[in-house]
């Protein structure tokens, strides 16, 4: 729970900080950083607070629940392949884009056949595209396609 | 009848349709849940009608509970959080060869507790309502206070924690323009930040990405029950024995689905109910229908329940009925206590609309049951980058603008992190989306009170409110928590 609390610790100051900038008011009149300071007052508070239960509850001796082993690597694949779609959404276009970002999703994360890969995701960003755009009549990125 | 007029015009009914069907399909698939869907369908709900969009994401939602059923009865998994207590006797029943049975008093409790839950509906929502025409701003904010600490007190593990998300759904609620001032608050100059940060795909990122991050994580193993399904249609012992757990289910899940927050706990609190009456509690979790019949009606009703705070005070007991009122302001449609008065077409046509549903989910439910059995053998590996291709989808053509979609990501990774170290996405959800509500009436009370706080105690129904979610902290602080889950059910 060290690094929660150091991030809520931190985002609370700043918070406050930034809050107390933008104006506290006067208490008939709340300015713009009314709210956003004392939510930032209380969540350091209570970040504190955490960190007290915490220790008290390990001075204790707790029982610890094992938690499954997670998949880093298969997380972070994922997450990297999102974050690069929507960097190219906009340029390539979302069908480009989609069937890049899924065939990568089949290939690399699931370690998928190249065969299973190109047919799935051909056929996931048409699927998607039809509902989307043709049915629903939502607007996605051209890019380099123009459509 | 004039909502019965509204409901029933052929779009009407189509939006039900697809609504339920779509929540029954995400009932039945574990990995996705109403919440990711809604927000999934948000944009698309937003080009259409109101009353078409309402009808359609309320039919999700309660088509979720009856379909969170066929996963907790075939393979142990539930497909809902409210359908975690079916597993224990629908399972059981499903490896006696009584999966038809369990399935059966599954959609005909949830269509029983639903229609009488609508009958409530109609008789208690006009009735706050009117009482609420009375509220100012002081009543405002205190309930307002009053359903944030509600929703943090139900929630599992630290209360601390759980506190703490409210603060900070509270600062993620200021980011954008003061409506009050003109001032921008936490917006670096960036247009998405300006405009405020956005439910859709905050909730999206929350609950949809950080659900296929967690599954891809840590996945589940499926072990599916291979039974022959048969006997859909209870038999009369079964009846005799339902009858009423579904009454008493129905009880349950009207009254805790009125509470904001309460929802989660009632199908458990239904169940250990049934257990205490019974003349054989130790044969519940052995595979009974009574276990099944209480858990299901209850679900059900409680999801048509939540309803009711949501229209007639316009304050949501849980994380989709926020955004469902999310839904009604990107329409321009306030709802509480004014949406009876202005808009009676929407709210008796969306109560119509479902008792129409209701219909619709049992046609669905029990001739379609093979069909979901078969979506059900679909691997998690092709499902979840359909899942992260409708998320950029839905938040991209919300507003066409890639900024909402990076803060779709970013509050993927956030939610991720939050489910790892324990941390709950709804009071965070629910602050996010009353955030401007609650700012709105602090500032207009302390104007009216000339800056003093003695308003929230002075005036009797938001004193109460206060007295409540007072008691609530202490009570929380002290360890006096519900701890129905873990106690009723083991």
């Known amino acids: 729970m060290k690094y929660p609390a150091i991030f809520f610790l931190l985002l609370s100051i700043y918070v406050s900080k930034v809050s107390f900038e933008l104006g506290l ?123 | 009848m004039n909502g019965f007029s509204i409901a029933l015009s052929f779009t009407n009914v189509m939006y039900c349709f ?134 943090t007190y139900v929630s599992r593990g630290s209360f601390i924690k759980a506190l703490m998300m409210v603060p900070l759904g509270l600062i993620l609620a200021t980011v954008g323009m003061d409506p009050h001032t003109g001032t921008f608050r936490f917006t670096y100059g960036s247009l998405t930040l300006k405009d405020g940060l956005g439910i859709v795909p905050i909730v999206m990122g929350l609950f949809g990405i950080s659900e296929v991050l967690i599954n891809l994580g840590t996945p589940v193993q499926r072990i599916f029950f291979k039974t022959k399904i048969k006997e859909l249609f209870p038999s009369l012992q079964d009846w005799k024995d339902s009858k009423f757990p579904i009454l008493r289910g129905t009880l349950v899940g009207f009254v805790l689905g009125v509470l904001p927050g309460m929802g989660l706990s009632s199908p458990f609190l239904a169940y250990g109910l049934e257990r205490r009456l019974s003349r054989h509690p130790e044969k519940f979790g052995t595979g009974i229908i009574e276990g099944v019949a209480a858990a299901e009606t209850c679900n059900n009703a409680e999801a048509q329940a939540a309803f009711i705070p949501m229209l007639s005070l316009g304050i949501p007991a849980n994380v989709i009925m926020a955004m469902l009122l999310g839904a009604l302001m990107v329409n321009g449609i306030t709802p509480g206590p004014l949406l009876l008065r202005d808009h009676p077409d929407l709210f008796w046509g969306l109560i119509s609309s479902m008792y129409i549903g209701n219909i619709v989910l049992i046609v669905l439910n029990l001739p379609l049951i093979p069909l979901w059995v078969k979506i059900l053998r679909i691997p998690y590996s092709y499902l979840f980058p359909a899942i992260l291709v409708f998320c950029i989808i839905g938040s991209y053509s919300l507003n066409n603008n890639i900024g909402d979609v990076i803060v779709m990501a970013v509050f993927g990774v956030v939610g991720y992190l939050m489910k790892r170290y324990d941390f709950e996405a709804a009071p965070l959800v629910l602050a996010l989306i009353l955030g401007p509500l609650l700012e709105d009436n602090l500032r207009q009370a302390l104007l009216i009170s000339r800056g003093s706080f003695n308003i929230f105690l002075t005036r009797p129904i938001s004193a109460s409110f206060m007295i409540v979610s007072i008691l609530i902290l202490v009570f929380s602080l002290f360890r006096v928590r519900p701890k129905v889950k873990a106690a009723d059910v083991s």
């Open chain 1, 25 to 147: 008011g006067t208490l008939s009149k709340p300015g713009s950083g009314f709210i956003s300071f004392w939510s930032g007052i209380t969540l350091g508070l209570l970040t504190i607070m955490m960190v007290i239960q915490n220790t008290w509850l390990r001075q204790k001796g707790p029982t610890k629940e094992k938690k499954e082993k997670t998949k880093w690597k298969t997380v972070i694949l994922a997450l990297a392949a999102l974050f690069a779609c929507i960097f190219i959404l906009e340029p390539l276009g979302f069908i480009v884009s989609s069937t890049l970002f899924v065939g990568f999703l089949f290939k690399g994360v699931e370690k998928k056949g190249w065969l299973v890969t190109i047919v799935a995701s051909l056929l996931m960003t048409f699927i998607s595209y039809y509902i989307f755009k043709v049915l629903l009549q939502a607007e996605l990125p051209r890019g380099i396609l123009g459509f």
């Open chain 2, 18 to 151: 697809i609504g339920c069907l779509l929540g029954t399909l995400v009932g039945v698939l574990p990995g996705i849940g109403p919440a990711a869907a809604i927000a999934l369908l948000f944009p698309t709900a937003m080009r259409i009608n109101p009353m078409g969009a309402m009808v359609m994401l309320a039919g999700l939602y309660y088509g979720a509970q009856y379909g969170g059923s066929t996963t907790s009865i075939l393979l142990n998994i539930p497909g809902e959080a409210t359908s975690v207590v079916t597993c224990l006797d629908g399972y059981q029943m499903a490896r006696k060869g009584r999966a038809g049975p369990a399935l059966g008093i599954s959609a005909f409790g949830s269509f029983i507790g639903g229609t009488i839950t609508i009958m409530g509906l109609v008789l208690f929502a006009p009735v706050l309502a009117n009482a609420a025409l009375k509220f100012g701003p002081a009543e405002f904010f205190s309930l307002t206070v009053m359903c944030m600490t509600m929703v």
